[in-house]
């Protein structure tokens, strides 16, 4: 039997990490992790680490916008992230999106008209890839950016949903949270950046929207809305974790004040 | 009513006394407050009761409570937002929460302050922003026509206007074209010079700096050292003088050299620990050096105070290191360590507590010191190397903590 | 660096407040297309597109070629856009901005690796020659939908596009001209077709084909690629403003009857295409009969 979620989840509902399909990988994560950058993080979920670096806002370079802050993105993947050693070019495709989405995610929502003529640059070293690189790269700069104390509405947090499609007609197919590299190849998957909506009544609203395999939206999109649905419960489940990491960070800062 | 700004573990005792417009000003409220452990349960219990800030007293407002961007402070209509916070009321959807009341939220993590009505966050960490009378350290990134661009880690350069330094002789006059061309006598580029905020851009908060002021101006003869500005508590704080010279044990010893050295605090934190310079002193002293010159070159030249004064500005702009005899220079890297590591330890660092650290380590290098010919010491203390090096730092957080 | 003129600040507000009354600047409502005109040239897989003022000229190519060493039994397919000077003075030649490398990725994204093409069936001999299918993407007006209107630039060439035919003869391949045989056209698995939202106030506002003006004062971007079974491709929604989960569910919604849409407008023309070639053939006679 191959060993892939596909096959083993219709038996026992459980994944080929063990997990259940709403089930997170764990993720640890700490900021201020570099003294001397303005902004510093290091975000683990699961086997993927992704290390980040602020700077700025400083004096921007010639830029037009001189009301909003510009904010740049540098990613790169390091050669050993994954199991095959492969180095990523500055150029590669890929990476360039990953770099727009990121800068175009934050730029919509941080108060970037508080810092106008100046640029703030988010570097993105990811040093072990399993999964979920976008969302990493996201919830790394979010948490680095809330180190910088650049002020922003809410935490951006990011997460992948996929789905399991039934191929027997009986199981269900149910949409699974927080794709590992294996199951990534394997399933549709979406990735999802959400912000918080504007106050307590409001709905999380959808930064980032990301899908590159295809799939039938199946009757009226319930397929897609499931995994939206879960992607977005999973994105508040990651911006809880987040919170904490930053509230325990300020409290140890703060005892050591006293 | 005056406004007062409190530190955090005060704003509650602060709301309950100090607001004596607010519609049921319980007295209850700022006893209960001393007792912390209980906090919570006794403001859930009151909540029905007071209806004066029903969200801020439950959990917000634990001691020195975290807030984090996004997260709710209050949805009353009562409070003001202040630096740090954000109103939920978006322009495009203003009609339709406008029945959901004006919801304030965090915008930066950090301790929730509260000033009579105004909510604000401090951040923990942040870039320096400049404001008026802060005294700085900047380093020169670019000449341009009449004036410099410095670098003083802000989110914008700050620039310092050709009309706002002294010239050299302490002439007063406007500055000319000629003037603009020799820019570059008084400041280059990578030059550090200690300044003061004159004014900040309304517009974008870039800060406008000047050096009219003997205190201020180019520096030279020592070491700078980078930490975390801005009084947030932690770093180079506010404070009452933010130049000031350290008696140094180098002075104690053998007499050559004052032994005494000056440490400017910038708020921006950057810092500069240089050799004291005592400028009549030291201006005498070139004159000295001066006059035996042209003397030997057999020209007669008199002294007056003129002259003095001009010998005196010439220097400021001088970008030679004096000679530095070896033990200042030892007493200046240990003052640079005792500022770095107060900045590790996450303490503030003014003056007092300078000086504490400083004299701390110099007393915890005595106590630890190893006679240089007993050789079985020498190699102890050489594999205790580490072990010496945390105590040290033990001893001088403690001596600073302790004391203050 | 040449860059597209800036919107102005009255240009801006004046099409935001106008959207806000819900009226756009050309008169459409907010879930129509401009005009979409599809045409084709006289050769195999030349194809223009014209979408309002923006238009896009797509040709393909075929060449036989050694497949890849990993891939043995695929033919190859690229597709290569070229944003020249000549659309709009913004676009530079051969550096690579940002916006092209988003066309040029979503693309590829929605044709190349939803598998639009069989490359299976572009395999001659495994591991020794292969079809090498390729579609030139050519700008030459530029007013906005970039993305839209060379997606269905590319899927009408495709569909358009006869390769001549082969035999396989042991190690001999024929390759036959256009002359000697029938070509033969691609088989394609499913025809994609991208479709751009761009939101406006925070996300509350959803318009679908926004001209270059609309898209300079938009606060974001989705663009969905689906197919006419309602098949998802790829969605792409690179950062911009933030907007309800329900409302990108709409968008989704909306897709499918707007891909439906065009690619019935597709097979219409490429049906007149077809009758217009027949010249001759049966249909031809047919048609002259009605003529007397």
């Given at each position: 039997m191959p060993l892939d979620t596909a096959s083993t989840y219709g038996q026992t509902l459980l994944r080929t990490d063990g997990r259940r399909w709403n089930e997170l990988r764990r993720i640890s994560a700490s900021i201020s992790t570099q003294p001397s950058t303005d902004g510093s993080s290091q975000f683990v979920m699961g086997n993927t680490v992704v290390v980040c670096n602020i700077v700025g806002p400083r004096e921007g370079r010639g830029q037009r916008d001189t009301n909003n802050a510009l904010i740049e993105t540098e990613v790169t993947v390091a050669p050993f992230a994954q199991t095959d050693r492969r180095r990523r070019t500055k150029g590669d495709k890929r990476v360039q999106e990953l770099q727009t989405t990121i800068s175009s995610a934050f730029q919509a929502h941080l108060f970037t008209h508080l810092y106008p003529r100046s640029s703030i640059t988010i570097s993105l070293h990811v040093l072990s890839l399993d999964g979920a690189l976008l969302a990493s790269c996201l919830n790394a700069a979010s948490l680095a950016l809330v180190d910088a104390g650049v002020p922003m509405p809410s935490i951006l947090a990011a997460v992948t949903s996929g789905v399991i499609t039934s191929?027997?007609?009986?199981t269900p197919s149910d949409p699974i949270l927080d794709l590992n590299n294996s199951e990534e190849l394997e399933l549709p998957f979406l990735s999802v950046g959400t912000v918080s909506g504007l106050s307590e009544h409001q709905e999380d609203k959808v930064s980032v929207l990301i899908m590159e395999s295809r799939i039938q939206i199946g009757q009226n999109g319930k397929k897609l809305e499931a995994m939206l649905a879960v992607g977005v419960d999973g994105c508040k489940q990651v911006r809880t974790i987040m919170g904490e990491v930053v509230r325990t960070h300020g409290t140890r800062i703060l005892r050591g004040r006293k | 009513m005056g406004i007062s700004i409190l530190p955090p573990s005060d704003s509650d005792d602060d709301l309950g006394s100090g607001?004596?417009?607010?519609?049921s000003p319980s007295p209850h409220d700022s006893s209960s407050?001393?007792?912390?452990?209980?906090a919570a349960s006794t403001s859930s219990s009151r909540r029905p009761g007071a209806g004066k800030r029903p969200k801020l007293s439950s959990s917000q407002r634990r001691r020195n409570r975290i807030l984090v961007p996004g997260e709710t402070i209050t949805d009353e209509a009562q409070w003001m937002r202040g630096h740090g916070t954000f109103s939920a009321a978006a322009p495009s959807s203003s009609h339709a929460s406008a029945s959901a009341g004006a919801t304030i939220t965090a915008t930066l993590p950090g301790p929730l302050h509260t000033t009579n009505k105004l909510l604000s966050i401090t951040p923990l960490r942040s870039r320096y922003h400049p404001s008026i009378g802060d005294l700085v350290l900047g380093r020169i990134v670019s000449v341009d026509r009449a004036r410099w661009r410095v670098d003083i880690a802000a989110p914008l350069l700050a620039q310092l206007p050709l009309s706002s330094i002294n010239l050299p002789g302490g002439v007063l006059r406007r500055r000319t074209t000629a003037d603009e061309l020799q820019m570059r006598t008084y400041f280059q580029e990578g030059d550090l010079l200690v300044a003061e905020v004159q004014g900040v851009g309304n517009s974008d908060g870039v800060a406008t700096l000047h050096t009219r002021s003997l205190r201020y101006g180019k520096l030279r003869n020592g070491v700078f050292v980078r930490v975390m500005g801005e009084g947030r508590g932690v770093g180079v704080v506010r404070g009452r003088r933010q130049v000031f010279t350290v008696a140094t044990?180098?002075?104690?010893?053998?007499?050559?050299?004052?032994?005494e050295v000056d440490v400017a605090l910038g708020v921006n934190g950057y810092c500069w620990v240089s050799r004291h310079v005592d400028p009549e002193a030291d201006a005498l002293e070139k004159e000295k050096a001066g006059k035996a010159k042209m003397a030997g070159a057999g020209s007669r030249v008199g002294m007056s105070i003129s002259n003095l004064d001009e010998l005196v500005s010439n220097e400021i702009y001088s970008s030679q290191n004096d000679e530095i005899d070896y033990r200042t220079r030892k007493e200046i890297a240990r003052l640079c360590t005792c500022i770095t590591l107060l900045a590790d330890a996450a303490l503030k660092i003014d003056e007092d507590t300078v000086i504490k650290a400083y004299s701390a380590a110099v007393e915890a290098e005595m106590e630890m010191m190893v006679d240089e010919d007993d050789e079985d010491a020498v190699a102890a203390a050489a594999a205790a190397g580490v072990d010496r090096k945390s105590e040290l730092k033990k001893r001088i957080v403690q001596a600073v903590v302790g004391g203050g | 660096m040449p860059r597209e003129a800036e919107l102005s600040n009255i240009e801006r507000t004046f099409i935001l407040e106008a959207l806000a009354q819900n009226i756009r600047l050309d008169g459409r409502a907010r879930d129509d297309f401009r005009n979409l005109d599809v045409s084709f040239g006289d050769d195999y897989g030349a194809c223009a597109v014209q979408l309002g003022k923006t238009k896009v000229n797509t040709r393909i190519s075929a060449e036989v070629t050694k497949p890849f060493e990993e891939r043995k039994f695929d033919g190859i397919f690229t597709i290569t856009t070229e944003l020249s000077?000549?659309?709009?003075?913004?676009f530079e030649t051969g550096r690579q901005t940002e916006q092209e490398v988003i066309v040029s990725r979503i693309l590829e994204k929605a044709i190349r690796r939803s598998n639009a093409i069989d490359t299976e069936s572009l395999c001659i001999i495994a591991g020794a020659k292969c079809w090498s299918i390729r579609a030139d993407v050519h700008v030459?007006?530029?007013?906005?939908g970039l993305v839209d209107a060379s997606c269905i630039s590319i899927i009408a060439a495709l569909q358009h596009f006869r390769r001549p035919d082969v035999s396989i003869d042991g190690e001999n391949v024929t390759i036959y001209s256009l002359a000697e045989r029938e070509p033969v056209p691609l088989s394609l698995m499913h025809h994609p077709i991208c479709i751009t939202f761009s939101f406006y106030h925070g996300g509350e506002t959803v318009l679908l084909d926004a001209t270059l003006h609309e898209e300079q004062a938009r606060d974001g971007e989705m663009i969905v690629t689906m197919n006419r079974h309602g098949e998802l491709c790829q969605i792409a929604k690179l950062g911009g403003v933030s907007v309800d989960a329900l409302i990108l569910l709409g968008c989704m919604n909306m897709t499918v009857t707007k891909v439906k849409d065009i690619t019935e407008l597709i097979s219409t023309k490429l049906r007149e295409d077809a009758t217009h070639r027949d010249v001759g053939g049966l249909i031809a006679e047919l048609s002259a009969q009605n003529d007397r």
């Open positions: 191929t027997d007609g009986i | 607001s004596p417009g607010s519609p407050d001393t007792s912390m452990p209980d044990v180098a002075g104690s010893g053998s007499g050559s050299g004052s032994g | 000077p000549l659309a709009s003075p913004a030459l007006d530029y007013d906005g």
